[in-house]
């Protein structure tokens, strides 16, 4: 049984409790820190035989693995003490906020003893997953074009942390929208070069942007796209992707849990559609196959938080290396980095050599 403690004891911090229950016969928390110590009081309440602490080095003894849910800014003091306390490490995203820091962890990072993986959490949803074999493969021919929308309200962090640009290390596209180019990188490889336009019109909570448009080109000749905004109030899209194929487009839709192919130019030489259709669909419009849609039975009931936290316990358990360590989530860093910089001139940033040696 793995003992697990969290640092940090905020939104984040509520959402791994409750989601990590189909996990309980292999992980328990035992240890809640957070310098307002009531939070990790109310926390502690709610999991029998766990302590709550005002300094997280008083955890130590009580832990074998750590969940940092913090301030950005404090990932890397934080990490850097839990590593040389020789505990394995869930960091939430992004890393750090500077390449030197980020470039100390990862070379403090001994996994898998301890582990270090980095909670880029839709590396783990079944569903995007699924999308990134069909793309990584060629399931559909060659992918050209990949768009992909991310639209939320955050108004409730108004005058917290998440606004302040040097706490968080930038603005919407630095905090959340590095997960999306996490995937655009992992889906389709080296970017060669790309711009950012950013704006907190709509979101005057934000000291940077809350709203970034985001497109790159990659050395295959195919291109990226990522809109993300907290400031939907109201939306339709919510996470969806559009990926286009010389075989069709590829449609994820994140709250309808499916992948669909829409193909209205066939010529004759690609298989019917009705041949596609995942197992139990049917053909509901001429032009539209459900190829996949995302099952949410089972013990871990498909959600990605459980899968993220069920893969750490792999790592653990099996001592093994996760795929998304510390050297593997700098590119996206690095390729936001450049595009803020080049954003600042003016210019179209010059993103090759970002994937570095990982």
């Known amino acids: 049984m793995i003992r697990m403690g969290v640092i940090g004891c905020g939104s984040m911090a509520n959402a791994h409790i ?23 009081q109310k ?23 750590i969940i940092i849910a913090l301030p950005h800014d404090l990932h890397y003091s934080v990490g850097m003490d839990c590593i040389q306390a020789g505990k394995h490490l869930l960091m939430e995203k ?22 270090l993986m980095i909670g880029y959490v839709m590396r783990h949803d079944p569903l995007w997953i699924k999308m990134g074999e069909f793309i990584r493969n060629k399931t559909y021919g060659d992918v050209f074009q990949v768009s992909i929308w991310t ?16 706490r968080l290390g930038g603005g919407q596209l630095f905090s959340h929208g590095c997960h999306y180019i996490d995937l655009l990188l992992h889906w389709l ?17 934000m000291e940077r942007e809350g709203t970034s448009n985001v497109s790159l080109k990659f050395a295959s000749g195919a291109l990226g796209y990522h ?37 209205s130019k066939s010529g004759g030489d690609l298989p019917a559609l009705e041949s596609l259709l995942a197992k ?45 360590s510390a050297a593997a989530s700098l590119p996206s860093l690095r390729t936001i980095w ?18 570095g040696s990982r």
């Open 18 to 40: 409750k989601i990590a229950e189909p996990l309980a016969d292999r992980m328990k928390f035992t240890a809640f820190a957070d310098i307002d110590v009531e939070r990790a």
């Open 43 to 65: 926390l502690s309440a709610t999991v029998p035989g766990s302590v709550a602490v005002k300094d997280y080095h008083d955890m130590m003894d009580k832990v074998d693995a």
């Open 94 to 115: 992004p890393l750090a906020l500077t390449e030197k820091e980020c470039v100390a962890l990862v070379k403090a990072d001994k996994s898998p003893t301890p582990v």
């Open 151 to 166: 639209e939320q309200y955050t108004d409730t962090s108004r005058g917290s942390w998440m606004g302040d640009a040097k």
């Open 189 to 205: 490889g080296e970017p060669v070069c790309g711009t950012h336009i950013g704006t907190n019109l709509g979101t005057p909570w």
């Open 227 to 263: 809109f993300g905004t907290w400031g939907a109030r109201g939306s339709k899209l919510g996470y969806a992707v559009h990926a286009h194929c010389t075989e069709g487009m590829l449609e994820l839709g994140g709250l309808s849990g499916t992948i669909i192919l829409h193909r």
């Open 280 to 324: 139990g669909e049917k053909l509901e419009a001429p032009n539209e196959a459900v190829i996949y849609r995302h099952s949410k039975e089972g013990k871990k009931g498909g959600k990605a938080l459980v899968e993220q936290i069920d893969g750490f316990l792999d790592c653990i358990e099996k001592k093994k290396k996760p795929d998304i």
């Open 338 to 355: 450049r595009l803020y910089e080049a954003e600042g001139k003016g210019i179209v940033a010059d993103l090759r050599g970002v994937m």
